[in-house]
């Protein structure tokens, strides 16, 4: 098949590194129920989906047999569809529809038909409540994993509802496979944390491609008379505008710009996306002249999310909250408590919230502009102190600085822990409305019971410090990717009645 599209546009800015899904639909039915009335119920779909705009591709093909399943995949082949959605218009051939969904080459939802009237239980009963069942058991035989819907047997207004909930999942699904993870590394010693396995990735269809800190280096060397280095200037000066960016910085952050995008042109081989993971620190300020952050943010703010400290997970775990929200994503440490004096001055804006569940989210300045208020470009505190003593700051100058805006978050990361096995958390929130008083791209985060997670996720699985976030809640997509993605091991905060696996009982409500 060919590449298919990976341009979205979501307010004004364009993430071209993601999916986008074309969307079919295809009937089936069991040779002894009326065809007629599998082809009426797909017809009603399609027709809620127009009234609710959302673009499908309608099959003609209804699968009855496996000589249908031959034709319908020539007709999904032409039509470049690459999510596909199963609907059991009646029963339904339990054998031939899920041998589509096991040659279908992407993602596949199964749904079926409610019962319409209870004027018409004789020859318009479909029974796909039951056929779905036969479905599933065949699907377990030919180990192939779909999503379904909570509640996957429903009337043609809540199927579409359905479908539009599929597409930010087949959107991860289909991101996921067809992903390469470009680091420049190795790794840090200071950050074993952000260190994990590969085979897991392989597991999943991602592509990994490992350098050096020389091969950034002589990239970024040869596109030093590289003309896009102008245009690159004046959009980070339009996107800075009401500031002043020393030029001789902006040309060097420009040059670095240019020179990743290059090298993921020249590197990308056959996979349709790519995210990188850099070493940022501390060798690279002294030969590269400044701190990447800022270029960071802007390459996030296209849909190629940069994770620092060539953190391999964090980049496929930003990527993936990329590919569920539509929307720039970053990786943020997750970093201090928040003080108590804070918590009592700012009791109004905080509300039911305990100041156990609140933290810092920071990172030194790669959150793209369009999430933060006033975001300046600056110099990196931290490293000032490590490679300038302190002193007026030069190698250590091209941090995005600026105050997280207030909204809804969701915290997210999937990791391989070292016996190769695939864990993932996810956490909704939002950002609060309060000034974090400190350095770098910061902002107050609230998460219900963040404490208990924090001791029985976080540490006790021992997740790394780095987490992707993503400016939506989009808690209900990343849990049903990964489970399609066959990762089964998701935490997420649990309610404080409910303990953890290893909590203590005697602790907390029940002491």
């Known amino acids: ?202 597991d999943l269809g991602i592509e990994v491609m490992e350098n ?99 953190d391999i997970y964090g980049a496929l775990s930003e990527y993936i909250a990329a590919c569920a929200s539509t929307f720039p994503v970053s990786l943020l440490d997750l970093n201090n408590t928040v003080p108590r004096d804070m918590y009592e001055r700012e009791k109004e804006k905080i509300g039911s919230y305990k100041i156990t569940d609140l933290f810092m989210g920071f990172h030194c300045g790669n959150t793209p502009a369009c999430c933060l208020i006033g975001g300046q470009l600056r110099y990196q505190l931290i490293m000032n102190r490590l490679l300038e003593a302190g002193k007026e700051p030069d190698i250590t100058r091209g941090t995005l600085e600026g105050r997280i805006k207030p909204g809804p978050i969701t915290i997210f990361r999937l990791q391989a822990t070292p016996e190769t096995w695939l864990q993932a958390y996810i956490a909704q929130g939002e950002v609060l409305d309060i000034d974090p008083k400190t350095f770098g791209g910061v902002g107050v985060f609230a998460i219900k019971e963040m404490a208990r997670f924090y001791r029985y996720v976080l540490l006790e699985k021992q997740f790394p410090h780095h987490t992707a976030v993503a400016f939506k809640h989009v808690g209900k997509s990343l849990f049903s990717g990964l489970r399609v993605l066959g990762i089964d091991d998701i935490s997420f905060n649990q309610p404080a009645h409910i303990l953890y696996p290893g909590e203590n009982p005697f602790v907390g409500f029940l002491s």
């Open 212 to 310: 050096s800190e020389l091969d950034l280096y002589d990239a970024f060397i040869r596109s030093k008379d590289d003309p896009e280095i102008k245009e690159v200037m004046e959009e980070m000066r339009a996107e800075l505008r009401g500031t002043k960016p020393d030029p001789s910085l902006l040309k060097k952050l420009a040059q670095y710009e240019v020179a990743l995008n290059h090298f993921i042109e020249k590197n990308r081989g056959s996979s349709q996306y790519v995210v990188l993971a850099n070493k940022c620190w501390p060798a690279f300020e002294h030969y590269f002249g400044f701190v990447p952050c800022y270029v960071n943010s802007r390459m996030a703010s296209k849909g190629i999310p940069v994770a620092c400290e060539a």
């Open 1 to 202: 098949m060919a590449r298919m599209p990976t341009m979205v546009k979501k307010k004004g800015a364009i993430m071209n590194n993601l999916p986008l899904i074309r969307l079919g639909l295809i009937a089936t039915s069991r040779d002894c129920f009326p065809l007629e009335l599998a082809q009426k119920r797909r017809n009603r779909i399609i027709q809620e989906c127009r009234r609710q705009k959302i673009t499908i591709h309608e099959l003609s093909t209804i699968v009855e047999n496996e000589n249908h399943v031959v034709a319908a995949l020539k007709e999904i082949d032409r039509a470049r569809i690459n999510a596909l959605i199963i609907f059991l218009g009646n029963f339904g051939p339990e054998g031939p529809e899920t041998l589509l969904a096991q040659n279908f080459n992407g993602p596949v939802m199964f749904v079926a038909a409610a019962e319409e009237s209870s004027q018409d239980l004789i020859q318009g009963r479909g029974d796909a409540y039951c056929g779905l069942l036969s479905a599933g058991y065949n699907l377990g035989l030919r180990r192939v994993k779909v999503y379904l819907p909570e509640y996957p047997v429903a009337e043609a207004s809540e199927i579409v509802s359905m479908i539009r909930d599929f597409v930010p999942v087949a959107r991860i699904i289909l991101g996921v496979r067809n992903l390469k993870i470009i680091s420049f590394g190795p790794r840090p010693q200071d950050f074993y944390t952000c260190h994990a396995p590969l085979q897991p990735l392989y």
